[in-house]
């Protein structure tokens, strides 16, 4: 079942001297619902970029992002994202963050609180519905992002680095305990793309690894990954 497809996909930018610079260049892949995908590739090689144009956020300046098989116009209506820097509101608490997203859906607030709490409870953030996001720790705050993004059940959750703002410790706790969420079904998610720097974190997450290469970025592997005894 196709769910994205990009089709000779470009972006370039202006830079502030008018000079054009091209960022990404004839990028082609599908992402089909079930995958877990891992997009890998130096600093600057446009994956946060390709991540951005995927969810709607920005457009290609060339080529086509198709979703279930339609051109897509503006926001992706299937994708919910999970930010390095975790992007809450600091004025909020736990919970109006986590039902943020649902809110733009147009879910009604006795519903949303329900999906909101419960999504609250599986990434363990039970008890910490009324904190607000400075109280927390950072392996708190991401969990509250996982939170706010999965309580739309998106069709496709990409993240952008996740773990690379908390310390090691921290994010191989969180990694290794998302992944159990997921094997246990609990994630209400069935496509994921998680942008990494990380091949041993790409390794350990994606059934498939997507490689961009530098100036411009262009995909230079798309692999399978052999699934870990674990997910069998
Ligand atoms: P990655 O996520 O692989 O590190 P990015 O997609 O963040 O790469 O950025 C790729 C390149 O595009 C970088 O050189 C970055 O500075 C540039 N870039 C990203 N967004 C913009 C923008 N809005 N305007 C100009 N350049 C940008
Ligand atoms: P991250 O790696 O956390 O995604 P970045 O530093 O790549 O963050 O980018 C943060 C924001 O700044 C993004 O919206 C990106 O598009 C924009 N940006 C990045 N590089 C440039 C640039 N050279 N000129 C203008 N905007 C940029």
Same mark, same amino acid.
């Given at each position: ?90 004025? $909020?608490? +736990? /919970?109006?963050?986590?039902? &943020? ?9 006795? =519903? @949303? ?52 703002? $908390?310390? +090691? /410790?921290?994010?191989?706790? &969180? ?9 246990? =079904? @609990? ?46």
């Amino acid at each position: 079942d196709l769910l994205i497809s990009l089709e000779s996909v470009k972006k370039s930018y202006q830079q502030p001297n008018g000079q054009e610079i091209t960022i990404l260049e004839n990028i082609n892949f599908d992402l089909r619902t079930g995958e877990i995908v891992a997009l890998l590739g130096p600093s600057g090689s446009g994956k946060s970029t390709l991540m951005r144009m995927i969810a709607g956020l920005i457009p290609p300046t060339l080529g086509k992002i198709l979703y279930h098989n339609r051109p897509l116009v503006g926001l992706n209506p299937g994708v919910a994202i999970v930010f390095q820097s975790f992007a809450l509101y600091p004025w $909020l608490t +736990v /919970l109006e963050n986590v039902e &943020l997203g649902l809110k733009a859906k147009g879910e009604l607030p006795d =519903r @949303r609180r329900e999906k909101a709490l419960r999504m609250i409870d599986v990434i363990g953030l039970d008890g910490f519905e009324n904190a607000y996001p400075k109280e927390l720790s950072g392996g708190m705050r991401q969990r509250v992002g996982f939170a706010r993004a999965l309580a739309v059940e998106p069709e496709l959750l990409c993240m952008d680095e996740p773990f690379s703002a $908390l310390d +090691v /410790l921290t994010a191989e706790n &969180l990694r290794f305990e998302l992944l159990d969420l997921w094997l246990e =079904r @609990r994630i209400p998610t069935q496509t994921i793309l998680i942008v990494t720097h990380g091949i041993e974190e790409a390794v350990i997450l994606a059934d498939r690894i997507i490689v961009l290469g530098r100036n411009p970025g262009r995909v230079r592997a798309d692999l399978p990954v052999k699934l870990p005894h674990y997910r069998d």
